[in-house]
């Protein structure tokens, strides 16, 4: 009689990361991060816009010619294009498991009123939903040109001012970008203590940090579509 075998399969580790609350919010704080740095990045070509319409849309051409010849035309961009869309997904899933885990851990409500949280802190979900709108919205709106009635294709910065010459655009925007500020605010000191970056000694810095960081982008932001309402920028 043969014996009998057994294949002790274990659960490999980036499984047991991702189904663990902390690989959940590990994965949360990378992505984070890395949309944050593309954030910063994408702030400061925007302000491009301020020295014309030729400096602008030569940054825009030179976004689509980067890494050539060793790459063909726009795949450098395709490529942070792919990156970002993963780490879009993956934040998001992880939020919203994060969230789910979090509701069936605790049924019912608490019989005692906790502290109440932050104002950012009590809107990130929101936020992140008002986020992933707005991100559908501006592709539409300044890649695909879809919603973008005055736009034409190879005229960057003339779509840009088509776009915030309309109540709708210009209120779109200004509403996301208010989201975006507090979404970073708290999630950037949020990142900075899951990968245990913060301690006693640092938590002033990280919270200033994030202060910062939110209204510089906020602020860089919201400066495209003031600009053009005030005819600064036409």
């Not at 294009?81 to 498991?97: D, E, F, I, N």
């Amino acid at each position: 009689m043969a014996l009998a075998t057994r294949t002790d399969r274990r659960p490999s580790l980036t499984r047991t990361l991702w189904g663990s609350t902390v690989g959940k919010k590990s994965v949360m704080a990378v992505t984070g991060l890395i949309m944050l740095g593309y954030l910063v990045v994408h702030m400061l070509g925007n302000l491009k816009i301020f020295f014309g319409s030729d400096e602008f849309n030569g940054y825009a051409h030179w976004l689509r010619t980067l890494g050539e010849p060793f790459l063909h035309h726009e795949w450098a961009l395709w490529i942070v294009r792919v990156v970002l869309l993963a780490a879009v997904v993956l934040h998001g899933v992880s939020a919203y498991q994060l969230s789910r885990r979090d509701i069936k851990a605790r049924p019912s409500k608490y019989v005692h009123k906790r502290p109440r949280a932050s104002y950012a802190t009590r809107t990130m979900r929101w936020g992140g939903i008002i986020l992933g709108l707005f991100i559908v919205w501006h592709l539409l709106d300044l890649t695909t040109l879809t919603v973008n009635e005055n736009a034409e294709h190879g005229r960057p910065y003339q779509n840009v001012v088509a776009t915030f010459s309309t109540w709708y655009g210009n209120t779109v925007y200004l509403a996301a970008m208010l989201a975006l500020g507090l979404h970073v605010r708290h999630g950037f000191w949020s990142a900075a203590q899951t990968l245990g970056v913060g301690n006693a000694h640092r938590d002033r810095a990280l919270k200033t940090a994030a202060n910062v960081l939110a209204l510089a982008l906020t602020v860089g932001f919201i400066s495209v579509p003031v600009a053009v309402m005030t005819g600064l920028v036409s």
